[in-house]
T-cell receptor
Framework: AQSVTQPDIHITVSEGASLELRCNYSYGATPYLFWYVQSPGQGLQLLLKYFSGDTLVQGIKGFEAEFKRSQSSFNLRKPSVHWSDAAEYFC??????????FGSGTQLTVLP | NAGVTQTPKFQVLKTGQSMTLQCAQDMNHEYMSWYRQDPGMGLRLIHYSVGAGITDQGEVPNGYNVSRSTTEDFPLRLLSAAPSQTSVYFCASSYQRGGHEQFFGPGTRLTVL
């Protein structure tokens, strides 16, 4: 069965600093990988996705993620964080059955 | 396009009451699903459907029923609500073919007293 681990429950960064959110997955074949963002009281918005090909994926709002098969990781990065990036971030994976398996989420706080 | 819509936004129930959470999408997506979100647990799949007339169980199906009579609608029924079903519920949809990207509704916050 597939699984996703987000080892950081809460991360705090200063505005303008760089950001990296960690995600590790467990899946036998090459997975479909996603990062979603959830602002307070809102639904989930897709930031980026990886299916195949180039392992560095660009998303919306200046985010990117890198798929590393050897490390079973799909970490999310942003070079300079804005106050509006404060939210909860979810890594997810799906296999051929299309069912999404989510990590437990990482809450991001941005200090002024 | 309205995307994925959910009603109601908020609901309070007493233990043992029944209710239906509504979900509709106007993107002609074949695949629809229901998740519940609980603190520290991410989102967990309750039920899903790959097309009208076809439904299946996800990770946490107990206490919930679904049906899919049309492509657009995928209601979630709680037959006898329990406090353990207090959660935020999200509906999502996607094309059956292609890149698996799922579009989420705004959620329903349910409290069972």
């Amino acid at each position: 069965a597939q699984s996703v681990t987000q080892p950081d429950i809460h991360i705090t960064v200063s505005e303008g600093a760089s950001l990296e959110l960690r995600c590790n997955y467990s899946y036998g074949a090459t997975p479909y990988l996603f990062w979603y963002v959830q602002s307070p009281g809102q639904g989930l918005q897709l930031l980026l996705k990886y299916f195949s090909g180039d392992t560095l994926v660009q998303g919306i709002k200046g985010f990117e993620a890198e798929f590393k098969r050897s490390q079973s990781s799909f970490n999310l990065r942003k070079p300079s964080v804005h106050w509006s990036d404060a939210a909860e971030y979810f890594c997810a994976t799906s296999g051929s059955a299309r069912q999404l398996t989510f990590g437990s989420g990482t809450q991001l706080t941005v200090l002024p | 396009n309205a995307g994925v819509t959910q009603t109601p936004k908020f609901q309070v129930l007493k233990t043992g009451q029944s209710m239906t959470l509504q979900c509709a999408q106007d993107m002609n997506h074949e695949y629809m699903s229901w998740y519940r979100q609980d603190p520290g647990m991410g989102l967990r799949l309750i039920h899903y459907s790959v097309g009208a007339g076809i439904t299946d169980q996800g990770e946490v199906p107990n206490g919930y029923n679904v049906s899919r009579s049309t492509t657009e609608d995928f209601p979630l029924r709680l037959l006898s609500a329990a406090p353990s079903q207090t959660s935020v519920y999200f509906c999502a949809s996607s094309y059956q073919r292609g890149g698996h990207e799922q579009f989420f509704g705004p959620g329903t916050r349910l409290t069972v007293l």
